[in-house]
């Protein structure tokens, strides 16, 4: 199995999602000795905005198809994905190749994937939380992918920004939750 890792948060080693993304890597990685991991770290590499001409490169389009698992560290960054995810998400979701237009409307080609997402948000963002409505990351990404053809699946450190003590705790689930929602899937 082929495993690419994404990270795209800015804060380096004191990072939520970079934690917990390589959680899930290492995890997945486990489960299968001859497992390839890609590492794709857009904050230290970012990716220019898209362009017409960048379309040529299929560099990044390649690297998705090639790759059975897609882990991805998430945060959020002022209610949505950071611009440096942003400009992978555009290099990815391209017609013809991981989507196409037909007779009954767009159609996904990129299934068959496993797209697991560690995301990291400063409050709470669940479904019954009073910011629900703000949420512009968890619900952004689950359109992104399941246009074309994938059901993300994620493990949500929440309330990042409340204090040590809420950060530690959302810290240690989220880790728990990595390890649990890879072994499930290995079972
Ligand atoms: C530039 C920036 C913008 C942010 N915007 C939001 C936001 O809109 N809502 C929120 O709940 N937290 C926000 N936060 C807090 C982060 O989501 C939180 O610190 C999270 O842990 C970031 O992920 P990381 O630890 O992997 O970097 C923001 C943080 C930064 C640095």
């Known amino acids: 199995m082929t495993i690419l890792h994404i990270d795209s948060s800015i804060s ?7 934690q917990v993304s ?13 497992a390839t991991v890609i590492r794709r ?13 960048a379309f040529a490169d ?7 198809l090639a790759a059975a698992a897609i882990v991805i560290g998430a945060p959020m960054y002022n209610f949505t994905l950071p ?10 979701l391209v017609a013809g190749e ?27 963002y669940g479904a019954d939380a009073p910011a629900r409505a703000l949420e512009h990351l968890e619900t952004y990404l689950r359109t992104a992918f399941g246009f074309i053809g994938i059901m993300p ?21 989220a880790l728990a939750q990595a390890n649990d929602s890879v072994q499930q899937m290995a079972a």
Do not use: M
């Open 58 to 64: 299929r560099t990044v389009l390649d690297e998705f």
């Open 83 to 92: 611009t440096q995810l942003k400009a992978w998400l555009d290099r990815v």
């Open 22 to 34: 390589q959680a899930i890597a290492a995890a997945l990685s486990a489960s299968d000795p001859s």
């Open 153 to 173: 699946e994620f493990v949500i450190a929440d309330g990042i920004a409340t204090g040590p003590d809420g950060r530690e705790k959302a810290l240690s689930q």
């Open 98 to 124: 991981t989507f196409r237009y037909g007779a009954n409307g767009p159609e996904g080609l990129a299934g068959g994937k496993r797209v697991i997402v560690a995301l990291a948000r400063g409050g709470f």
């Open 12 to 18: 380096g080693d004191a990072s939520v999602s970079r």
């Open 41 to 53: 770290d857009l904050a230290a590499d970012p990716l220019p905005h898209l362009t017409l001409d």
